[in-house]
């Protein structure tokens, strides 16, 4: 069971414009949420990354927007750069015995073009 | 701080052999681990989850006699795959939680990718 779905598998956007990447979760438990960014041959390295409690966060050219209600989240990327093409997850916490344990979504692969 | 290394970063086995992989937190000890399986264009899966010092929980559907794990030290987590085979082939990937921070975040280690022939 997938427990966190993202969207879209694929984006190309031009150098300068927004990339949006979307997530949506169902348990209710998840109280953490980071979005990695991947390129290869390489492991994820964090992004950004947001509490339920919290509508917005924002880190340089990185903006998360939460919406509980919703239970969706999305990353928010402002003026793209060629560097930030790589593959981005976003992935959910949850509390399982002593360990907090990530679940991620099914990632995305930006492209930015010069 | 907070860097995770992985080794080897890639290695090409036979069919039938085992092979290890160590994944060490290197500027900070990490109570727990995490073991990774990503397939090409795919997400990362978590394996097991170890805990230095006791036995790692693994998810559902992993062998946990052909995946062992060992978290020996508070810096230190092996994975050793047993009896490989081609479609064990894929990318590993550990990562490291690092206590006392706010956020508990969970570290990665750059992969070691494993290909068996």
């Known amino acids: 069971q997938q427990q966190v779905k993202q969207s879209p598998q694929s984006l190309i956007v031009q150098k300068g414009g927004i990339s949006i990447i979307n997530c949506a979760y169902e348990n209710t438990a998840f109280d953490y949420f980071p979005w990695y960014q991947q390129f290869p041959g390489k492991g994820p390295a964090l992004l950004i990354a947001?509490?339920?409690?919290?509508s917005e966060k924002k880190e340089g050219r990185f903006t998360i927007s939460f919406n509980k209600s919703a239970k969706q989240f999305s990353l928010h990327i402002m003026d793209s750069q060629p560097g930030d093409s790589a593959t981005y997850f976003c992935a959910a916490r949850v509390r399982r015995g002593s360990a907090r344990q990530l679940t991620f979504g099914s990632g995305t692969q930006l492209t930015v073009l010069p | 701080g907070a860097v995770v290394s992985q080794h080897p970063s890639w290695v090409i086995c036979k069919s039938g052999t085992s092979v290890k992989i160590e994944c060490r937190s290197l500027d900070f000890q990490a109570t727990t681990m995490f073991w990774y399986r990503q397939f090409p264009k795919q997400s990362l899966m978590l394996m097991a989850t170890?805990?230095?010092?006791?036995?790692?929980?693994?998810e559902q559907g992993v062998e946990k006699d052909k995946f062992l794990i060992n978290h020996a030290s508070l810096t230190l987590s092996t994975l050793t795959v047993t009896s490989a085979h081609p479609e064990d082939s894929s990318f590993y990937i550990c990562?490291?939680?690092?206590?006392?921070?706010?956020?508990?975040?969970?570290?990665f280690g750059p992969g070691t990718r494993l290909t068996v022939t």
């Open positions: 947001i509490r339920p409690d919290v």
């Open positions: 170890s805990n230095e010092g006791s036995k790692a929980t693994y």
């Open positions: 990562s490291a939680r690092a206590p006392g921070t706010g956020a508990y975040e969970q570290y």
